[in-house]
């Protein structure tokens, strides 16, 4: 083993034995190279004062060299905040107002320890970095039977994670905290387990309420305190958008510092938050009370960034960071949240109204992108297929009979014709 990943495994260790334990051999393996090409630029880049011949790119007049043709569409931008290479990590004010706004919309991680966000090319470079770093063949993966379907190809596909899923919702239509917690005792001969939290959750819109929320917590500290490990990751991809009485806090903030078998890990980006999905820029924080262990881990992160994308794109860090030291940013972002809290009322009006007779009932939403229908006997497959070619409308088809519609990309006027057209087709084919 390299000596660096020796001692970033021995200062884990140090501070927390059982986060050491939950590391896949691809994690304990990993470290950020100390004397590598980038270790010796960036000490050039502090003392190479007459000449820096180091880093892989061209420059021209005291400067990084462009093209006309792309800057004359970025001039409100210098140079050196696009065409450079970013650090590994992300660019270090980016990084240092994305933990001020995650503290500040998440006032339970006041006085808790926890990490500097890395910057990640989006969500899922986030949880794969969490699948390389706690994965191996055969370790449990838990989350909900009502998921982004992106998890099995990252925890068991990629890692052969063992996916154990729980049904989402009780008969009451609450979260299932029973199953999260039957899930997770049931790898106590393991000893370990990766637990993925997704609120508001895809496909379904949903966020548990606050008392749910403590029942999440409360079995996860359960099953800690019966010797698992557990390594829970809150995939907050739609946070923020929670239009009802629900959480409006990630649960991170309620898991950092619960126990020492608890390691809790934040993935959340800009790119769903502020409406940006193609600029790919995500974060991962990890919470530890100890500084050498969230250290550690930190480098471990850089090791895998730095062996798959070397780093993210410089560009829209910096577009980001400009978004959020604007005085225009929260009236804007609120613009766009009235606009999509409507929406979501607007479906919920329809859906309450009565007229869509029998034909589906729907999973409970309160927040997202999202909600789904339950579809009473008919296939979501044959409805998919049927609404798609004789009425040109694209949903999703999820398992035997839910549909999932995205509110998200439909305007509020559209939304009732839209739902028209949905209960017309499920008629032509429950007449047919």
Not at 57 to 67: D, F, R, V, W, Y
Not at 235 to 263: C, K, M, N, T, V
Request: aromatic share 10%; hydrophobic share 40%; with cysteine.
């Amino acid at each position: 083993m390299n000596p660096l990943a020796a001692q970033l495994n021995q200062n884990i260790q140090t501070g927390n034995e059982h986060v050491y334990q939950m590391l896949s051999l691809l994690g304990k393996e990993i470290y950020f190279p100390k004397e590598g090409i980038l270790s010796q630029s960036a000490e050039a880049g502090k003392l190479a004062k007459k000449y820096n011949a180091t880093i892989g790119i061209a420059t021209e007049g005291n400067g990084p060299m462009h093209l006309e043709v792309i800057q004359e569409k970025l001039s409100a931008y210098s140079p050196k905040d696009l065409y450079p290479y970013a650090p590994p990590a992300g660019k270090p004010e980016l990084r240092s107002v994305w933990r001020e706004k995650m503290l500040k919309e998440n006032p339970s991680l006041a006085g808790k320890g926890y990490g500097l966000p890395v910057v990640t090319n989006a969500l899922t470079h986030g949880l794969s970095i969490v699948a390389d770093l706690f994965t191996d063949e055969g370790d449990a993966v838990i989350y909900p039977d009502k998921n982004w379907e992106n998890y099995e190809l990252t925890f068991g596909i990629r890692r052969h994670g063992r996916l154990v899923n729980f049904t989402l919702f009780t008969e009451d239509y609450r979260f299932n905290s029973e199953g999260l917690r039957d899930a997770l005792l049931a790898q106590k001969e393991y000893g370990k387990a990766i637990v993925v939290l997704n609120f508001p959750n895809n496909p379904t819109g949903y966020t548990p309420g606050i008392e749910e929320g403590k029942e999440i917590v409360a079995a996860i500290q359960e099953a800690a305190e019966a010797g698992i490990n557990v390594v829970v990751v809150t995939d907050d991809a739609y946070f923020g958008l929670f239009f009802e009485d629900s959480l409006h806090e990630s649960l991170f903030g309620q898991l950092a510092g619960l126990h020492p078998r608890i390691l809790p890990v934040k993935i959340d980006g800009a790119t769903k938050e502020e409406f940006v999905w193609g600029f790919r820029v995500g974060f991962i924080t990890f919470a530890s009370e100890h500084q050498d262990v969230l250290s550690a881990l930190e480098q471990k992160t850089l090791g895998i960034i730095r062996a798959t994308i070397s780093s993210g794109p410089h560009p829209s860090q910096t577009f980001v960071l400009d978004a959020l030291k604007s005085p225009d940013f929260e009236q804007q972002k609120n613009e766009k949240f009235q606009i999509m809290k409507g929406r979501a009322n607007k479906v919920k009006a329809l859906l309450d109204s009565g007229k869509y007779g029998d034909v589906w009932s729907y999973y409970p939403f309160n927040s997202g992108y999202f909600m789904c229908l339950k579809l009473n006997g008919l296939s979501a497959e044959r409805l998919r297929t049927h609404l798609l070619e004789q009425y040109g409308v694209g949903t999703i088809a999820l398992g035997e009979y839910d549909l999932r519609i995205a509110f998200s990309c439909i305007e509020e006027e559209y939304l009732e014709d839209l739902y028209d057209i949905v209960y017309r087709g499920a008629q032509d084919l429950l007449n047919a």
